[in-house]
């Protein structure tokens, strides 16, 4: 089973519906983050949280919205999605490195929303 | 502007031959470097990293060098191999950011038969 599952793999859903993307993570990390993928613009973040209490936004947060049901859950969701939601969704999971920095990045395999 | 740019958006290359994957970055605060490699219908997974302390770091064949001055980095695979494949991505990082990465649009690596 993998460590970070993303749920559902696939979405094709309709303006104006909303919309929640879950990840759950088995790796006992205390940060977690969601990602959005488009072409020519690699990963972008949206949200991400350093433990149960702490929510931040992210480069693109606009539109969207988290909630961190514990340790091991992260959502995502969309209000009211619209077409330029249409992107392919990661959600990560990390531990500090060295203490300061985040560490690697641990990946789910991704969520792939279409909105029309 | 992007922080982090890779300006070749996809790259063929001989099995055998050295595969090098560029990244330059804007922001010279950044001082954490990482590539992800990406197959399809798959998350990225990490494959190396490199702080600015540094400007080289190996592992098995892959090669990642820092050119601070430059704001450049690279990553170089030798001997590359038809499974190495896939989309790599360059991420940066700085405490002005949060302890978060920033990332590369992606260059897509065509390692030929």
């Known amino acids: 089973d993998a460590d970070v599952t993303q749920t559902p793999r696939n979405r094709i859903t309709k303006t104006g519906k909303r919309i929640m993307l879950e990840c759950s993570q088995t790796?006992?990390?205390?940060?977690m983050y969601w990602y959005r993928q488009d072409p020519g613009l690699g990963l972008r973040l949206i949200y991400y949280?350093?433990?149960?209490?702490?929510?931040n936004k992210g480069e693109i947060s606009d539109g969207y919205s988290v909630s961190r049901q514990a340790q091991a859950k992260f959502s995502l969701s969309l209000e009211s999605a619209i077409p330029n939601q249409t992107a392919l969704y990661f959600c990560?999971?990390?531990?500090?490195?060295?203490?300061?920095?985040?560490?690697?990045?641990?990946f789910g395999e991704g969520s792939r929303l279409t909105v029309l | 502007d992007q922080q982090v740019k890779q300006n070749s958006p996809s790259l063929s290359v001989q099995e055998g031959r050295i595969s090098i994957l560029n990244c330059d970055y804007t922001n010279s605060m950044f001082d954490y470097f990482l590539w992800y490699k990406k197959y399809p219908a798959e998350g990225p997974t990490f494959l190396i990293s490199i702080s600015s302390i540094k400007d080289k770091n190996e592992d098995g064949r892959f090669t990642v060098f820092l050119n601070k001055s430059a704001k450049h980095l690279s990553l170089h695979i030798v001997p590359s191999q038809p499974g190495d494949s896939a989309v790599y991505f360059c991420a940066a990082s700085a405490i002005d950011y949060g302890q978060n990465f920033v990332f590369g649009p992606g260059t897509r690596l065509s390692v030929l038969p």
């Open positions: 990560a999971t990390s531990e500090p490195d060295r203490g300061l920095f985040t560490g690697e990045l641990f």
């Open positions: 790796k006992g990390h205390d940060r």
């Open positions: 949280s350093f433990d149960v209490k702490d929510i």
